[in-house]
């Protein structure tokens, strides 16, 4: 007789949120980009649930923090543009897990406590409510980074470039936690938060660590770069340098499972693996992030168990999940209550099987448009010096407004490269109203203050 048994965990369900920064949706090869290889992404997105409409909609490195670890909108929490701080008193994620008995831990990247020093000192108060939290408020040099936090108040230099140690101090702490009780260790909710693909766009030189030489000569634009020497020299430099840094970031998360299958927690533990925005590096001659533009608002996302499928759904979810969808849909997850602060929604029930202790139920169809914010009038060179607010649909259509005037209109589904602007067109005059009619809807929903115009024709 065949004796059967259960290898399922009974356990509450651990998550880690991996991201970098500026990491655009397109630069991992399941999505096509001829540039790069990230088999360890491939990986995660074959054996979960990849949301390939996911957006920053503040694409901007504290504004996208501050919504992430709140679930509410930039102009909500106070965290409008890059720096601001996020005040103490806001209850962030951690804190939800905190009450739920788990153990909180950080890594990295800050960038919340309103300063761009890397010198700065994020005191323990300001953490975001974190348990353990070792990183830093912003460095922008990856071979020279310092932390501080739990284990130090003083600066510690990283021993090595930014990705792989934060991850070797990951992964020494985590296994430290679970083996210190076996069995009966306490669930976990931990962070690691790292600079690169940031410029500068210097990956390290070592190819044990997953880093190819990308000769700048080999670089395959996109379509959308304009075809003007100096807008291609300079683009070719900093994507050979950036598919580095990403193709060592794939490394590192690779490194990360495999050191949670070693402690056989691998099963029990959800990935979420994502960005706080891309990066435009010559497409439509611009460069950095703060632009409506596809390679600047849109992120890689993706939900997977470390250990495969158990208590997973694969396949592609079309929602068009926005940084306030973050935190919710990590809690839910977990199988816990989303707090009433919280303004995103949760979509958890399209990631986790109806057999799973934490299913809640059937999935609750999220908005047909995701809200796209650049709050303050942004003065950087060969960006767009403008505040302006947007919707994209899930049917395919973005549409952005500066303010008192109509700018954009793509339908991004069939020109993915946003080479046609039919913002003025009046053959998609009803697709505009559509568009203008949900832009509003956000605007006067969220309490956001924006001077919309007057599309009506004559």
């Given at each position: 007789?065949?004796?059967?048994?259960?290898?399922?965990s009974?356990?509450?369900?651990?998550?880690?949120?991996?991201f970098?920064?500026?990491?655009?949706?397109?630069?991992?090869s399941?999505r096509g980009?001829?540039?790069?290889?990230?088999?360890?992404?491939d990986?995660?997105?074959?054996?979960?649930?990849?949301f390939?409409?996911?957006?920053?909609?503040?694409?901007?490195c504290?504004?996208?923090?501050?919504?992430?670890?709140?679930?509410t909108?930039?102009?909500?929490?106070?965290?409008?543009?890059t720096?601001?701080?996020?005040?103490?008193k806001?209850?962030?994620?951690?804190?939800t897990?905190?009450?739920?008995?788990?153990h909180?831990a950080?890594?990295?990247?800050?960038?919340?406590?309103?300063?761009?020093?890397?010198?700065?000192?994020?005191?323990?108060?300001?953490r975001g409510?974190?348990?353990y939290?070792?990183?830093?408020?912003?460095?922008?040099?990856?071979?020279?980074c310092?932390?501080?936090?739990?284990?130090?108040d003083?600066?510690?230099?990283?021993?090595?470039?930014?990705?792989?140690?934060?991850?070797?101090?990951m992964?020494?702490?985590?296994?430290r936690?679970?083996?210190s009780?076996?069995?009966?260790?306490?669930?976990?909710?931990s962070?690691?938060?790292?600079?690169?693909?940031?410029?500068?766009?210097v990956?390290?030189?070592n190819?044990?660590?997953?880093t190819?030489?990308?000769?700048?000569?080999e670089?395959?634009?996109?379509?959308?770069?304009?075809?003007?020497?100096?807008?291609?020299?300079?683009a070719?430099?900093?994507?050979?340098?950036?598919?580095?840094?990403?193709?060592?970031?794939?490394?590192?998360?690779?490194?990360?499972?495999?050191?949670?299958?070693?402690?056989?927690?691998?099963?029990?533990?959800?990935?979420?693996?994502?960005?706080?925005?891309?990066?435009m590096?010559g497409?439509?001659?611009?460069?950095?992030?703060?632009?409506?533009?596809?390679?600047?608002?849109?992120?890689?996302?993706?939900?997977?168990k470390?250990?495969?499928?158990?208590?997973m759904?694969?396949?592609?979810?079309?929602?068009?999940?926005?940084?306030?969808?973050?935190?919710?849909?990590?809690?839910?997850?977990?199988?816990l209550?989303?707090?009433?602060?919280?303004?995103?929604?949760?979509?958890?029930?399209?990631?986790?099987?109806?057999?799973?202790?934490?299913?809640?139920?059937?999935?609750e169809?999220g908005?047909?448009?995701a809200?796209?914010?650049?709050?303050?009038?942004?003065?950087?060179?060969?960006?767009?010096?403008?505040?302006?607010?947007?919707?994209?649909?899930?049917?395919?259509?973005?549409?952005?407004?500066?303010?008192?005037?109509?700018?954009?209109?793509?339908?991004?589904?069939?020109?993915?490269?946003?080479?046609?602007?039919?913002v003025?067109?009046?053959y998609?005059?009803?697709?505009?109203?559509r568009?203008h009619n949900?832009?509003?809807?956000?605007?006067?929903?969220?309490?956001?203050?924006?001077?919309?115009?007057?599309?009506?024709?004559?």
């Open positions: 007789m065949t004796q059967k048994f259960n290898i399922r009974k356990r509450q369900p651990n998550v880690i949120w991996v970098g920064d500026q990491h655009r949706a397109q630069a991992v399941y980009d001829p540039n790069v290889y990230t088999p360890n992404i990986n995660l997105a074959r054996s979960g649930i990849r390939d409409n996911a957006v920053s909609g503040a694409p901007w504290t504004p996208f923090r501050g919504a992430l670890l709140t679930g909108y930039p102009h909500q929490n106070g965290t409008i543009q720096p601001s701080s996020l005040s103490p806001v209850p962030t994620i951690a804190a897990f905190n009450k739920a008995g788990y909180t950080y890594f990295g990247k800050w960038h919340l406590d309103g300063s761009n020093s890397r010198e700065h000192f994020v005191p323990k108060e300001r409510q974190f348990q939290w070792m990183g830093y408020e912003n460095n922008n040099n990856q071979h020279e310092y932390v501080h936090g739990s284990q130090s003083s600066p510690i230099r990283l021993s090595g470039y930014e990705t792989d140690t934060l991850t070797e101090m992964i020494d702490h985590l296994k936690h679970v083996e009780k076996q069995d009966d260790y306490q669930p976990f909710f962070v690691l938060s790292v600079q690169p693909p940031h410029d500068p766009y990956p390290p030189n190819p044990e660590y997953g190819r030489r990308i000769h700048p000569a670089i395959q634009f996109r379509p959308n770069v304009p075809d003007v020497d100096w807008v291609k020299d300079r070719s430099n900093n994507l050979a340098g950036y598919y580095g840094m990403i193709e060592n970031l794939d490394y590192n998360l690779g490194r990360l499972q495999k050191a949670l299958k070693e402690v056989s927690i691998d099963r029990e533990t959800y990935l979420v693996f994502f960005s706080d925005h891309g990066d590096l497409c439509h001659a611009q460069w950095g992030k703060s632009s409506p533009w596809e390679e600047s608002i849109r992120i890689p996302f993706i939900v997977s470390i250990g495969g499928r158990d208590n759904k694969t396949g592609y979810c079309p929602a068009v999940i926005n940084h306030v969808d973050i935190a919710p849909t990590t809690l839910g997850l977990c199988g209550s989303v707090p009433e602060n919280m303004v995103g929604h949760n979509y958890a029930s399209y990631c986790v099987r109806t057999d799973a202790p934490e299913y809640s139920g059937p999935p169809s908005p047909e448009s809200y796209l914010q650049q709050i303050p009038r942004k003065m950087h060179q060969h960006s767009v010096n403008r505040s302006w607010r947007g919707v994209v649909t899930q049917d395919g259509w973005k549409y952005i407004c500066t303010p008192n005037n109509d700018w954009l209109l793509f339908n991004v589904k069939d020109d993915p490269y946003e080479q046609a602007n039919f003025y067109d009046r998609f005059q009803s697709e505009k109203e568009c949900l832009l509003k809807h956000w605007i006067d929903s969220t309490g956001d203050r924006f001077s919309l115009p007057d599309i009506s024709l004559p």
